[in-house]
């Protein structure tokens, strides 16, 4: 045994052994008289010179106390020391413990220096074996096996762009989910002593520090895990070799992405471990722990997009790195490498890309982080918390409020919804009814959890107390949501505050703009907005449930606008509505319906929705070249034609005069919402123009104008231009490919765009 307290209490013969010899052997009163503690003083500070037949193990002094650990008899150490005329001598019996750390040197017994021992990490080699055997089967059959397979199926058609691919989607793609799992499975071997009450003892009362027991355990996992993808990509470049792939760029990246992977989720998964007693609920924690931050953002987006007026981005995540596996999975590419030869473009090979690795390395930084939190809270891990579902008393209410939190966000939202919202055909849902069904699945997993700590299904009583507080936390949410408590439906900022916008319609008007008059109407409409939301949640529900009246019916149009304000603090304001707009308000200034129309035809939104994509790129002086024109009606018979310089310049001209009558007024947003869904006759422009880019260089954009009956000014143009549209007839595209316009007189340029 190594508890050497227990074998003092139950043994009366006893050898002590080192490095595989015995050192002593002798019964316990004989080692008890063998090795004596004395301690005695002296005038001085300084201890005398001692007769050299005694044989000192340790020597301590505090002040004029000198204390000796010394071989021999108490008595004949008595007599022979009483020669040097102490002040005092006493004999002090030891314990066996002191008896094996002064034979021992105390170098070897409870060592205050070393944070690895060969011997514990030779022992978990033996243990891991056949995982490790397995890990590696895997790893060489996905590596060099595969490698090898694929040069011997297609030979000389196997070129080392596709090695190159399959090497770093291996490391890359496949470490993560390999890496994933294993990462658990070597973490819950390396850490398994934490979860059997004996082993946990045994571990403990070695002659070793808690720093030297949980180094030595995690790097045996890393070593295990980091030695096979080593030795297997090595193996890889020697298969790849004769394809001349590039190791640095290949070989490495893919190796040192798969090691990377492998770091991150060893160390969670060895947190995990140390935070609980039970061998079941590491996996859990450690699950869910990966996907419970993101999976909880997006719930409570919902929740809230539900029920909070104008809440925007409730279908965003923006903690998804959080969720590690599925983060590096959609942001960790793989970049193509092409060579033109003869006008052709060919994969030459594929490397990781750089933001990819410096992702792959912020996970690896994060996991030694978390191994030096797993270590320092191993430091302080009591043994008796073997068994424990938690194994920290001060995270018992954590764990708890946390499971009831959780359960009442994901569980009690499914609850409402499988209670009451599959069963209804419209109508918004109701805040009172999904509150009730949170607090009730909270409570349920507040007390599923009280039985996990207890370990006992008796109580509800000892946990009412925990239970009422989350039922009150989820009223008072209840409550702070019903009346706005927070502000934040009815918060519209200030102009003074804003320093640029950006908003949609529908999707079909895009603006970013710092324009004052702009930013005027925005806010002027989003305070009607928020003035009227009553109303409009009125309209809603009848709109969903069909009870609208025929005069409502044929007044009402239904929009959404998004809007973004980016203010001078460096913060940022979202918010997104679902608009029920009366075409008997336009002529009330004051109306949620006339403000919008304001915001609608202002010359910015005009200019975007007139001209489409490209317009940011115009300048003051567009100098206009060839381009194209399609056209289309009711019928879907179309025609493509070939527009001079001119004449596109022509067509922006009287684009620009349709933009200048929207903003004075000549249409709302009624009517152009009709043109723009349900166009008799259309057009689709490609014009294309050179600028000056943001180097002071000129260059060659697009602009791709929607033109409908909403621009009568382009359209006469185009029907001026087009003779075909007078009498409405088209005749489908024929072989010959574009048609060519009649020129105008004041065709002045033959240039052309490639």
Request: charged share 15%; hydrophobic share 45%; net charge negative.
């Amino acid at each position: 045994s190594h508890n050497l307290r227990e074998l003092e209490d139950v043994c009366d013969h006893v050898g002590v052994m080192s490095r595989g010899k015995l050192l002593l052997e002798h019964s316990l009163s004989e080692l008890q008289d063998y090795t004596v503690k004395l301690q005695l003083a002296f005038e001085g500070a300084e201890l005398p010179a001692l007769p050299q037949e005694i044989k000192v193990l340790h020597h301590a002094q505090t002040g004029r106390v000198h204390t000796l650990i010394c071989r021999g008899s108490a008595e004949e150490l008595e007599q022979q020391l009483a020669a040097l005329h102490p002040i005092f001598i006493d004999a002090v019996p030891l314990s066996l413990e002191e008896i094996f750390i002064y034979e021992l040197g105390g170098e070897d017994y409870r060592s205050a220096t070393s944070f690895f021992d060969k011997t514990l990490f030779r022992s978990q080699l033996k243990h891991t074996w056949p995982l490790w055997l397995g890990y590696t089967a895997l790893w060489l059959f996905l590596v060099p096996v595969m490698l090898f397979s694929e040069l011997s199926a297609y030979q000389l058609g196997y070129s080392a762009a596709d090695a190159s691919r399959l090497l770093l989607n291996t490391g890359v793609r496949g470490g993560i989910f390999i890496s994933f799992f294993f990462g658990l499975f070597f973490a819950m071997l390396a850490f398994s002593h934490l979860t059997q009450s004996r082993a946990t003892n045994g571990f403990h009362a070695l002659p070793v520090r808690r720093e030297t027991i949980f180094l030595t355990a995690y790097l045996t996992g890393l070593f295990c895990q980091l030695s096979t993808i080593l030795v297997t990509f090595l193996l890889g470049a020697a298969v790849s070799a004769p394809l001349h792939l590039s190791f640095w760029s290949v070989t490495a990246a893919a190796m040192g992405s798969a090691m990377l992977e492998a770091v991150f989720f060893y160390s969670f998964a060895a947190l995990c471990m140390v935070m609980t007693g039970q061998i079941l609920a590491a996996p859990v924690f450690y699950f869910v722990g990966n996907i419970l931050v993101p999976g909880m953002e997006y719930l409570l987006r919902n929740f809230a997009g539900n029920f909070l007026y104008g809440y925007s981005g409730h279908t965003d995540v923006a903690l998804g790195f959080l969720s590690p596996p599925l983060y590096m999975y959609t942001k960790v590419g793989i970049a193509s490498i092409e060579t033109c030869e003869s006008d052709s473009y060919y994969v030459t090979a594929y490397a990781l890309e750089h933001r990819s690795l410096m992702i792959l390395a912020a996970y690896a930084l994060a996991g030694l982080v978390i191994a030096l939190i797993a270590l320092l809270l191993y430091r302080t891990r009591k043994s008796e918390m073997t068994g424990s579902t938690v194994a920290f008393p001060w995270a018992t209410p954590i764990f708890k409020y946390g499971v009831a939190f959780c359960t009442a966000v994901a569980l009690g939202q499914f609850l409402y919804y499988f209670l009451f919202g599959q069963y209804r055909s419209s109508g918004n849902d109701s805040l009172p009814g999904t509150i009730l069904c949170m607090a009730a699945a909270g409570l349920v997993g507040y007390f599923v959890a009280e039985m996990l700590i207890k370990k006992s299904f008796r109580v509800f009583r000892a946990g009412a107390k925990g239970a009422a507080i989350v039922a009150l936390a989820l009223v008072l949410l209840g409550v702070a949501m019903s009346f706005d408590l927070t502000g934040y439906e009815k918060h519209v900022p200030d102009e003074s505050e804003i320093e640029s916008v950006y908003y949609t319609f529908s999707g079909m008007t895009n603006v970013t703009t710092d324009d004052a008059d702009t930013i005027r109407r925005l806010t002027a409409a989003h305070q009607a907005i928020v003035k009227n939301r009553n109303e409009q949640a009125r309209i809603a529900d009848a709109w969903d449930a069909d009870t609208l009246s025929q005069s409502d019916h044929d007044d009402i149009e239904h929009f959404s606008l998004r809007l973004t304000y980016y203010l001078k603090d460096g913060s940022q304001l979202s918010r997104s509505y679902s608009l029920y707009l009366r075409r008997s308000e336009l002529a009330v200034p004051s109306s949620a319906t006339a403000r919008v129309n304001a915001l609608y035809m202002c010359r910015e939104s005009v200019l975007r929705r007139v001209l489409g994509y490209g317009c940011e790129h115009l300048g003051d002086t567009p100098r206009f070249l060839d381009s194209y024109c399609y056209y289309y009606d009711e019928n879907s018979n179309t025609k493509d034609y070939a527009l001079t310089a001119a004449q596109a310049e022509q067509v922006y001209a009287a684009l620009m005069q349709d933009v200048q009558d929207s903003d004075n007024g000549g249409s709302d947003i009624f009517a152009v919402q009709e043109y723009q869904y349900d166009p008799p006759i259309s057009f689709w422009l490609e014009l294309y123009f050179e600028s000056t880019n943001e180097k002071g260089r000129p260059e060659v954009y697009s602009l791709g104008p929607n033109v409908n009956n909403s621009t009568p000014n382009t359209l006469q143009v185009l029907n001026e231009l087009l003779p075909e549209l007078k009498s409405n007839t088209v005749t489908p595209p024929s072989d010959d490919g574009i048609h060519t316009l009649p020129a105008t007189e004041d065709v002045s340029t033959t240039e052309s765009v490639n």
